[in-house]
């Protein structure tokens, strides 16, 4: 079956611009996960859902990222007035569960490599 | 807050040799899981092995094995018959095995990686 897809692949952006970043989880999968990949910080956890509720948002960086998930499928991660240190790949991932346990497995999709200018 | 540390950044092997990439891990919790990713230069993480804290059996994957020492805190991958394909950016990463409890819990810690090289 179909993995996690996410668009676009890559975005180009100016500082200051909004971006919106989509994921696609695997069908049938209740919890979504967004991650930040960069030099300087490796790969960071920014926010779960289990459905489409948020327990907890203290993962994204600042209050310019916010995330929704409608649906109980597709999620848009957007960062508004971008700079240049949001400049990442942004990872999403998804599982069957988000109890721990068997279910829970992580299964991610490509990226979107983002670049702020 | 859990920490995973990979302390090998880049790590070289000939083909058809083995290999054995390490981590270490700081945690109060007792039970938990742990995993290795592979991300090749595609940025698509694959996962290739999982461990539950609980388990004392080390978990196998055909030629991926982990050493688990769970009172050392320590994590290691062993990969063996080395193939040109298993180079990649190698991640250990831990789970918390509280769910719905905020705080990051919810998501995978990593390491920052180890590079794979396979030399033909």
């Known amino acids: 079956g179909a993995g996690v897809s996410q668009s676009p692949s890559n975005k180009v952006t100016e500082k200051g611009k909004d971006v919106e970043l989509r994921c696609d989880p695997i069908?049938?999968?209740?919890?979504l996960y967004w991650y930040r990949q960069s030099l300087g910080q490796g790969l960071e956890f920014l926010i779960y859902?289990?459905?489409?509720?948020?327990?907890?948002k203290s993962g994204l960086p600042s209050d310019r990222f916010s995330a929704e998930r409608t649906g109980g499928s597709v999620s848009t991660l957007t960062i508004q007035r971008t700079q240049q240190e949001d400049s990442a790949v942004y990872l999403c991932a998804s599982s069957l569960t988000g109890l721990a346990g068997g279910t829970d497995t992580q299964y991610f999709g490509p990226g979107t490599r983002l670049t702020v200018l | 807050a859990q920490t995973v540390t990979q302390s090998q950044p880049e790590m070289s092997v000939q083909e058809a040799e083995t290999v054995t990439l390490s981590c270490t891990y700081d945690t109060s919790e007792s039970d938990y899981y742990l995993f290795w990713y592979k991300q090749p230069p595609s940025r698509q993480m694959i996962l290739v092995i999982r461990?539950?804290?609980?388990?004392?059996q080390n978990a196998t994957e055909n030629r991926f094995s982990v050493n688990f020492q769970k009172a050392a805190k320590s994590f290691s991958l062993k990969i063996s018959d080395s193939q040109l394909g298993d180079a990649a950016m190698y991640f250990c990463a831990y789970r918390s095995s509280f769910t719905y409890s905020g705080g990051g819990a919810d998501g995978l810690t990593f390491g920052k990686g180890t590079h794979l090289i396979i030399q033909p």
């Open positions: 859902f289990q459905g489409n509720s948020a327990p907890d």
């Open positions: 069908s049938g999968h209740t919890a």
């Open positions: 461990q539950e804290a609980y388990k004392q």
